[in-house]
């Protein structure tokens, strides 16, 4: 049996789908390395250690001089990434894995042929990429394990999967994009055959050129016309998507690739980048019995049986405090999102004696019938009470995720497992349920983190602001907020009709028609068509991001165009067209609130996210009008007011602050007219509260000339002015 992985299809995966603030304690960013080691733990955790090659990138297999324009929409390797990139081909080795590339071609096609090399030797194959055009591959004695969403969610297809899920046979998958094209590589295909008519041709011709020499017998004025002017597109697109099977590698596939994982590189590799889950995954693997590398034991442990129960059985609990702590399956299926929303909720019970572990299909009502008015010491009770019966839910006296925020809100994660390994906590109960640890650790965790509260003078914030603001956030959620849809979709219907007059009023100042959301479509017409000024290039050509376009924007009249054309279509993907189709069965939008997100203290908001809708322009004024009351009832927006301002003047005694803020005027204006000088308009006073909070937050001259589009010199000068004027 043999493991082929693509190595960049799985690295890129890892960190675009991990937070880019995921980083050590020293700062280096392991977003990639923390999801590339995952999926080589699961690997390792599922299969066991397998003779296993990971193909890396080492040119485009010559298909660039096919269609010059092939994957030339994707940006060039992030910064961030390629900081991270030469820690991956060590790891891989350190697991007992074999690199492997071959110089002018793409890893898939280095898999391609060696997966061909070895079914003719009798050797079980197993792809792991997330390039859907590998099931190409998949048949006899090969399959191909998918990525989904996240970074370890997997499903295998073989060759009944790959019918089942597109309808064809893996041998016509390059037909397939032949026809629909790939957007992620820029592969054309023919313009407007989607996956469904993609397969459909398919099925009813068989291959790609059957298809285009049967045009006649297919409905459709313009697909017909499509077909025959864009011939040759799908012919070079099927050539693009085909794999090559005859790659000039080495590897010797007759067994000597299986090699044992150097436990101890292994193991100082995931301390040094800080990967404490798939470390403690790894040392699961790994066993216990291993003494190349103790694991130092917790400097506290608890001992506990677990005891499944019913849910009736937690009058059984006893104690005066209980802590709580509860989890739903998460779903491995890619292709049903949610669906472990519908699992049943599982949770662990503990007050010193056993912990009582149950299943709650019928949610907590059930289970806390024997609560009494015990109070509850959880972890995120919010998530865990915000879709019960209120009337039942216990008085909450501890959140051990919201104290160690209040402890470390520059933290970059929460999670109970990480925040115990940190703390040297930890319990040992019969039974080994993850669930009934958890539940066991929480409790001690609360009395120690109370301590550091007392020790902070933290105690009142965390009692009087934070848990209170818990049960009030789980009733926003289950509350949510009434939309007008009808209102939605009418402005909805507007912006994509004004969309529409500005592509056509943007392709005729460019002299024909493009894709203006195409940054390689609009350089060129930009700067090759039109001659605008080039301000700054990557490596797939010169940027048009929204600082080059203000940078340029008196050049040329299309430029305010295409930037309200942007704004349009944004606003229109990323609310108007979203909103309606996430209401709840009563009209109301419901959204997740991160109490513990922001190290500022601030609110933000998730699934939909509701804060950054724009405030400054009238159609985000519009939308965020969409937002209504209830019939008799009236929304109320209330705000602190400059309270950053009113703190400095306050600690730094600041006097003339002071007393701008004693005589009630506006601050904004009082340093527009001190600082920027002229009688203050909305465009000063904008200015001037940039400056203001800009300062105060240690904004560079660089920095203030950037926000207000001013000279570096001149932003200097207000920096002067304003330490001048307020000392």
């Known amino acids: 049996e043999l493991f082929l992985i693509d190595g960049n299809s799985l690295v890129y995966r890892a960190f675009f789908a991990l937070p880019e603030t995921i980083a050590t304690s020293r700062g280096v960013p392991t977003n990639a390395i923390f999801g590339f080691a995952s999926m080589l733990v699961k690997l390792m955790t599922e299969y066991g250690q397998k003779p296993t090659i990971v193909a890396w990138d080492a040119g485009d297999s010559g298909r660039k001089e096919a269609y010059t324009e092939y994957k030339a ?21 350190a697991f007992g894995y074999t690199n492997v590339r071959a110089d002018g071609y793409e890893a898939d096609d280095v898999i391609a042929t060696l997966a061909e090399r070895a079914k003719e030797q009798g050797i079980e194959v197993t792809i792991v990429t997330g390039d859907r055009d590998a099931f190409q591959l998949v048949g006899d004695g090969v399959r191909v394990m998918a990525t989904g969403r996240g970074i370890t969610d997997t499903k295998m297809y073989d060759r009944e ?30 313009p407007g055959i989607g996956d469904k008519t993609a397969a459909q041709l398919l099925q009813q011709f068989g291959d790609l050129e059957t298809v285009l020499a049967s045009v006649d017998q297919i409905s459709g004025a313009k697909r017909k016309e499509n077909l025959v002017n864009h011939a040759d597109d799908a012919r070079v697109s099927k050539q693009l998507a085909t794999s090559i099977r005859d790659v000039p590698v080495v590897v010797d596939l007759d067994g000597s690739l299986a090699r044992e994982p150097d436990r101890s590189r292994l193991r100082d590799t995931f301390r040094e980048y800080e990967l404490r889950d798939p470390l403690r995954r790894l040392e699961e693997v790994f066993g216990e019995g291993d003494a190349t590398a103790p694991r130092p034991p917790p400097s506290s442990e608890t001992q506990a049986r677990a005891r499944t129960v019913e849910p009736t059985g937690l009058k059984d609990l006893g104690g005066d405090h209980a802590t709580l702590v509860a989890e739903r399956p998460v779903s491995d299926d890619d292709q ?24 709650a299909p019928d949610g907590f009502g059930q289970l806390l019938e024997g609560w009494g008015d015990r109070p509850a010491i959880a972890h995120d009770w919010k998530s865990l009470a915000g879709s019960e019966d209120p009337s039942v839910a216990p008085p909450l006296e501890h959140d051990t995720m919201v104290a160690a925020y209040l402890i470390d809100p520059a933290r970059r994660g929460y999670q109970l497992d990480e925040l115990a390994e940190e703390t040297g906590l930890g319990a040992n109960v019969e039974g080994g349920d993850a669930l009934a640890q958890r539940a066991v650790i929480a409790r001690e965790m609360a009395a120690r983190q109370r301590a550091l509260l007392e020790e902070l003078e933290l105690v009142r914030l965390f009692e009087d602001v934070e848990l209170p603001l818990v049960d009030l956030l789980v009733e926003m959620e289950r509350a949510g907020v009434k939309l007008d849809v009808d209102q939605v979709r009418t402005i909805a219907k507007r912006v994509g009709e004004e969309a529409a007059l500005l592509e056509r009023s943007i392709w005729e100042l460019a002299g024909g028609e493009f894709t203006i959301g195409s940054p390689q479509q609009l350089a060129a017409v930009l700067f090759d068509n039109l001659g605008l000024s080039k301000k700054r290039r990557g490596k797939t050509g010169f940027s048009t991001d929204a600082r080059v376009l203000q940078a340029i924007r008196d050049e040329h009249a299309i430029i305010p165009m295409i930037e309200e054309w942007r704004e349009l279509t ?39 996210n509701l804060q950054n809708i724009p405030i400054r322009t009238e159609r985000g004024r519009e939308i965020r009008a969409c937002f209504v009351a209830e019939d008799g009832c009236r929304l109320i927006s209330a705000d602190y007011s400059q309270v950053e301002l009113r703190l400095l003047a306050h600690i730094a005694g600041e006097d003339v602050l002071k007393d701008i803020f004693r005589r009630g005027e506006d601050v904004h204006t009082a340093t527009a007219e001190q600082i920027l000088g002229g009688k203050p308009d909305p465009g000063t006073r904008s200015k001037a509260k940039m400056v203001n909070y800009g300062i105060v937050y240690g904004l560079s001259a660089f920095g203030l000339a950037d926000r207000l589009q001013i000279p570096q010199a001149e932003a200097q000068e207000f920096i002067d002015r304003y330490l001048e004027r307020f000392p």
Not at 73 to 93: F, I, K, N, T, Y
Not at 169 to 177: G, H, K, L, N, T
Not at 349 to 356: C, I, N, R, S, T
Request: charged letters at 25%.
């Open 73 to 93: 929409g994707r940006e060039s390797r992030p910064d961030l990434l390629r900081e991270q990139w030469p820690a991956m081909e060590p790891l891989v080795d």
């Open 336 to 359: 049903l999102p949610g669906l472990e929303e519908q699992q049943p909720l599982r949770f662990a019970a503990y007050a010193g004696g056993d912990v009582l572990i149950g299943e």
């Open 161 to 190: 999967s790959v019918i089942d899920r597109y309808g064809i046979a893996p041998e016509s998958i390059p037909d397939f994009y032949g026809l629909k094209g790939d957007t992620s590589d820029n592969i054309p295909g023919v």
């Open 570 to 608: 944004k606003l229109k993907s990323t609310y108007l067209d979203a909103f309606p189709s996430l209401l709840g069965d009563d009209g109301r939008l419901r959204t997740t609130f991160n109490q513990v997100a922001a190290a500022t203290g601030r609110l933000s908001s998730q699934n939909p």
